[in-house]
């Protein structure tokens, strides 16, 4: 039986003894006498006192466990907010997460790709190095090579010819076509077009 199914129970009977007084005979009977009625009519308040303290007692329980109920649902849909807020927080942060991996992959390939592409420049052009060295007898020497300004414009080195130090020819040249008159250099100049990759070797530097 429920707490608010007691309650109304107790109401009713608490109700009936109210009725069952009021319906008595302003006179007692002849039976009985006026210490018996008294006695019997004392009893009878003491008991609908002891049934109204019960049902305000009652009611009183029943209204703090209503109250406690009503807290209950409250922090549970408070508990399911916040998990729901949690879960949504989650969602957002691994998508966040997919999204930077994904821009470091690419990235990444990227990297790759522009390194691959420098690493076939170079390649290249050491084999136009070695064919200029075939072609003309002479030898290019990078070690005493050195970049110039800040852009990186220039670069200085020496053509080695075939007896060594004595047939050296110094020479400059810039990613601007700037050039010495050098009948040498002017073939190096020309075996190194497009100009691109001349300072693409710089840049690999």
């Known amino acids: ?45 003491e008991e609908l006192a002891v049934c109204c303290k019960v049902a305000e007692l009652l009611a009183s329980t029943g209204q703090s466990l209503e109250e406690q109920r009503a807290a209950e649902t409250d922090k549970r849909w408070a508990a399911e907010a916040t998990s729901r807020d949690l879960r949504l927080a989650a969602e957002k942060l691994e998508a966040k997460e997919l999204e930077a991996r994904a821009a470091i992959e ?9 390194r691959a592409e420098r690493r076939h420049r170079v390649d290249k052009l050491q084999q136009k190095v070695l064919l200029f060295e075939a072609a003309t007898g002479v030898r290019f020497d990078d070690n005493n090579a050195e970049s110039g300004d800040e852009t990186g414009g220039k670069w200085r ?49």
């Open 106 to 114: 690419a990235a990444q390939a990227e990297l790759d790709r522009r």
């Open 157 to 205: 080195g020496r053509l080695l010819g075939r007896t060594g130090s004595a047939g050296d020819v110094p020479f400059c040249l810039d990613a601007n076509g700037d050039r010495d008159g050098s009948a040498a250099r002017e073939a190096l100049w020309r075996l190194m077009r497009p100009r691109g990759d001349w300072a693409d070797l710089l840049g690999e530097r």
């Open 1 to 45: 039986m429920s707490e608010l199914q007691l309650v109304k129970d107790v109401e009713a009977f608490v109700a009936s003894l109210e009725s069952s007084l009021q319906q008595q005979p302003a006179a007692p009977p002849a039976l009985l006498s006026d210490k018996v009625h008294e006695r019997q009519r004392k009893r009878l308040d």
